[in-house]
Structures are given as C-alpha cells and as structure tokens.
C-alpha cells in the first residue's frame, strides 16, 4: 500500500436502498430497492477519491421522476399513470437492472433495463458531469393502444408493424442540467409540444 500505487477493491450488497447505492445525484431522477449488487472499487493509494466505481445491480422496485418525458407521457396519456414510471419486479420476475458508474468527472447509471409487463418498458444511459450537466439516451416501448386509441397518432409511421408485437417502440435523447432537465422525447413521438411540456419539468411532484 505504498502511495501511488493503484489497487482495487470488490465490494458487493444485499438488500438495499438503491437511492444510498447510485449517490446524491442520480437519486434526484431512481429510487428503489435493489435485492443485490456487485462491483469493483479502483483507487490510488494516496489519492482523496476514486479512480473509478463500477457496479452492476438487479432491483425488485425502481422509479423514474423529475424528468421532462415524464410530464409529456402524462399529458399525452392521462389515464395511465404515466407521470411516475414505477417498475416493480412482481410475480412476472420483470427485470429491473444497471450499472452505477462513479468517476472523478462524474456519475452514471448505464445499460438500465426496467420493464413493467403490459404496460411500459425503459432502458437506456444517463449520465451527471460533476458540473451540473446531464445527457443520455433512452429508449422506451408502450403499449401500442395508448396510440392506437388517439386520433392525433392514427397515421404514426410508430405504429408500423406494431400491430404483430403489441408494442411500439422508439429512442430519444436527454440533456440540459440536473436543475433543468430536457429532452427530445415530444419532437421523436411527433405531436405539437404546445401545451404539453411544463414549464420547469424539475418542479414537479417526484411522488
């Protein structure tokens, strides 16, 4: 353990909070539970912080708030429940997974899959710099009658082939900062944003 040398820790968790796991940051937009994790610690003996955290988790509840896309599912779908993604493992054994990335740059969580059976599937990258910056893709699927059911969505090139999958499914990209989040969701779905998007998105209720 002389100073400048690197070494590397494994860490690994039971039951536990997920917001306490993935850190300030990323627990303004996950929350949850998580049934276990593991990972590796790699630091330089010496050093006052982490060269870099690498953790994989599986969770049995996860939830989404504070995000942009968030207020724009709802105002498009109101009766779904839509504003809060909540995902929760269930009898369906739906998988909630990730990894939690810390390095000295910044925070993320990577290659998150949450899936509600039915109703609404999410997975995708979001990453915090230590400025404030925020960016990521996701890509989410719905279930194909919340745009089927719309007059506004009738000839959506989405809904191509979703009639066979039950599904519709698409990417979009998120930016701006952790005090005012952004993203491309409206303009990839394709409706008007007037009236749709709230003011300040990071206002909102987290539920």
């Not at 779908?77 to 995902?87: A, G, K, Q, R, Y």
Request: hydrophobic content about 35%; glycine content about 10%; cysteine-free.
């Amino acid at each position: 353990m002389e100073p400048g040398e690197e070494s590397e820790l494994e860490i690994s968790t039971g039951q536990f909070p997920l917001d306490a796991l993935i850190g300030k940051r990323l627990s303004r937009f996950f929350s949850g539970s998580v049934v276990s994790s593991s990972g590796k610690v790699q630091f330089t003996v010496g050093n006052d912080y982490f060269d870099e955290v690498e953790i994989d988790l599986e969770a049995s509840a996860a939830k989404i708030s504070r995000l942009p896309f968030l207020v724009n599912l709802h105002s498009l779908f109101p009766s779904h429940n839509l504003d809060v993604l909540e995902f929760h493992e269930g009898i369906s054994n739906s998988p909630i997974t990730g990894k939690v990335r810390v390095k000295p740059e910044g925070v993320a969580l990577e290659n998150f899959q949450f899936s509600e059976k039915g109703k609404v599937s999410l997975s995708g990258s979001l990453l915090i710099a230590n400025d404030g910056r925020i960016g990521g893709r996701f890509e989410i699927s719905i279930n194909r009658f919340y745009l089927s059911s719309q007059e506004r969505f009738k000839g959506s090139p989405h809904l191509v082939g979703s009639d066979t999958t039950g599904i519709v499914t698409f990417s979009f990209d998120v930016g701006g900062t952790v005090d005012r989040p952004t993203d491309t969701f409206l303009e990839i779905i394709g409706v008007d944003t007037k009236g749709l998007q709230a003011d300040d998105p990071a206002n909102e209720s987290t539920g």
